[in-house]
C-alpha cells in the first residue's frame, strides 16, 4: 500500500496542557506547561503510530501509479476526500469528476470505490500519475484517555533509563487501549 505525502496538520493536539494539568494535579508552572506540550506531543505520536490512525485533523496526498476500482485512504479516520486528479496520457494534470467515485466512510480506512455505470480515464504512464487529496483525523474518548494514561507515565518518568523492562515500558493498560482504539470506530 502506498504511503501518504503528509501536506499540514492542524497543529492543535487532542489534549490542551490545562487539561493534562488538571489530570496530572498539577499547580499551572509556565516551565512544566513546556515539557506537558511536549509529553501531549510524544503521547499522541506513540498512539498514532500504534493504531495507524490520524488523531489530529491533517491533510494528505495519496499518488498512486494508476487507478484501481478500489482505493483505501490510510490514517482514519476520513474527514473528507478534497480532490481525486490524474495526469493524462499527455501528461497533464486532471481533476476526476466526483460524480464518477463513491467515498465509503463505513470502513476503516475509508475506500475510495468506482460508481456504477462509470470509469476511469486513462493515465500518464508515471508512479504517481493518480493523486487524491484528502483530510483525516479525530480522536475518540478511548484515545483520549489512553494519552492521558501514557502522559502521567512520561510525565512520572521522564530522565530515567528507557532499558526493556525498566519502569519506562509502556504500561499495559496503554497498549491495551490502543490495541482496542486502533479497531474502534470514531464518531
Known amino acids: 500500500m502506498a504511503v501518504p505525502i ?12 490545562s487539561d493534562a494539568r488538571d489530570w496530572l494535579r498539577l499547580e499551572a ?3 512544566a506547561d513546556s515539557v506537558l506540550s511536549s509529553l501531549i506531543t510524544a503521547a499522541r505520536l506513540w498512539f498514532e503510530a500504534a493504531t495507524d490512525r490520524q488523531l489530529t485533523v491533517a491533510t494528505y496526498e495519496l499518488r498512486l501509479p494508476a487507478f484501481s476500482y478500489v482505493i483505501e485512504l490510510p490514517y482514519p479516520p476520513l474527514v473528507s476526500v478534497l480532490s481525486v486528479q490524474y495526469l493524462d496520457v499527455n501528461g497533464v494534470l486532471q481533476t ?36 487524491i487529496t484528502y483530510t483525516a483525523g479525530a480522536v475518540n474518548e478511548l484515545l483520549k484517555t489512553g494519552i492521558k494514561l501514557l502522559l502521567a507515565h512520561l510525565y512520572e518518568n521522564r530522565g530515567e533509563g528507557d532499558s526493556p523492562g525498566s519502569k519506562n515500558d509502556v504500561p499495559p493498560a496503554v497498549k491495551a487501549i490502543a490495541w482496542a482504539g486502533g479497531s474502534y470506530r470514531v464518531g
Open 6 to 17: 503528509l501536506l499540514s496538520t492542524s497543529g492543535a493536539e487532542p489534549l490542551s496542557v
Open 29 to 31: 508552572d509556565q516551565e
Open 96 to 131: 476526476q469528476p466526483s460524480s464518477t467515485y463513491v467515498v465509503v466512510t463505513g470502513r476503516v480506512p475509508a475506500q475510495i470505490v468506482l460508481s456504477a455505470y462509470s470509469f476511469y480515464p486513462a493515465t500518464y504512464v508515471h508512479p504517481e500519475a493518480v493523486r
